[in-house]
C-alpha cells in the first residue's frame, strides 16, 4: 500500500537515530482512548495520549496485494484485577480502532503527520487473569470482513416492508417466481 509521507517525516527517516512510537486510537461506548508506546503524555492530532510504555503491545499488521481481510490485536498488560469488570462492561463490538506509526524529534515532538498503519472494529477481547494483573488483548478485523458477511435482505414483500412498511413494490413477487409467461407467438 503506497503511503503518502510528509516532508517532515521524510527527512526524518535520512536521519541516523530514528524515534519511532506507535499510536492507539479506540472507542467504546464510555468515549474514546488515546494511547501510545512512550512514556508521560503527548500532544498530536487534537488529542492528549497517555504513555502505556511496555504495557502496551500491538501484534503485526500484515499488508498484502491479495483481497483478504486481516485483523490485529492490542495488547494491555498490567491492568489492576478490580479494573476488569469496568473493562469487560465497556466493550462494544464494532467500534473503530487505528494504529499509527510515528516518529518523534530529539526533543520528544511528534512529527507531523503519523502515518495510519492499520483501522478496523472491534471484535472480541480476551483477558488473561493472573494473581495481581492480567493482561487485556482486544482484536481488530478490518473492514473487509463484511465482504465475508451474508446479507440478510431478500428482494421478497416481506423485507422490503422492513425498510418501507407502506411500499408494495414487491408485493407479487412471490407469485411471479413459478410463473410461465409466453412471450411473441
Known amino acids: 500500500m503506497t503511503r503518502n509521507l510528509t516532508a517532515a517525516i521524510e527527512a526524518e527517516l535520512q536521519e541516523q537515530v530514528l524515534r519511532p512510537h506507535l499510536f492507539f486510537e479506540a472507542?467504546?461506548?464510555?468515549?474514546?482512548?488515546?494511547?501510545?508506546?512512550?512514556?508521560?503524555?503527548?500532544?498530536?492530532?487534537?488529542?492528549?495520549?497517555?504513555?502505556?510504555?511496555?504495557?502496551?503491545?500491538?501484534?503485526?499488521?500484515?499488508?498484502?496485494?491479495?483481497?483478504?481481510?486481516?485483523?490485529?490485536?492490542?495488547?494491555?498488560?498490567?491492568?489492576?484485577?478490580?479494573?476488569?469488570?469496568?473493562?469487560?462492561?465497556?466493550?462494544?463490538?464494532?467500534?473503530?480502532?487505528?494504529?499509527?506509526?510515528?516518529?518523534?524529534?530529539?526533543?520528544?515532538?511528534?512529527?507531523?503527520?503519523?502515518?495510519?498503519?492499520?483501522?478496523?472494529?472491534?471484535?472480541?477481547?480476551?483477558?488473561?487473569d493472573g494473581a495481581e494483573t492480567c493482561v487485556i488483548s482486544i482484536s481488530y478485523k478490518n473492514r473487509m470482513i463484511d465482504l465475508q458477511t451474508p446479507r440478510e435482505f431478500r428482494y421478497t414483500h416481506e423485507s422490503q416492508k422492513v425498510f418501507f412498511p407502506t411500499d408494495k413494490g414487491f408485493e407479487f413477487v412471490t407469485s411471479l417466481q413459478d410463473k410461465e409467461v409466453s412471450w411473441g407467438q
Open 27 to 128: 472507542e467504546f461506548p464510555s468515549g474514546s482512548i488515546y494511547l501510545w508506546t512512550g512514556a508521560g503524555t503527548i500532544e498530536w492530532n487534537s488529542q492528549t495520549w497517555t504513555g502505556a510504555g511496555n504495557l502496551i503491545g500491538i501484534s503485526d499488521i500484515v499488508e498484502t496485494s491479495e483481497i483478504v481481510s486481516r485483523g490485529m490485536t492490542v495488547s494491555l498488560s498490567g491492568v489492576p484485577v478490580d479494573l476488569i469488570s469496568l473493562v469487560i462492561g465497556d466493550v462494544q463490538q464494532g467500534l473503530p480502532g487505528k494504529v499509527y506509526v510515528g516518529l518523534l524529534d530529539e526533543v520528544g515532538e511528534v512529527i507531523a503527520d503519523p502515518v495510519e498503519s492499520f483501522a478496523g472494529r472491534l471484535d472480541v477481547p480476551e483477558i488473561v
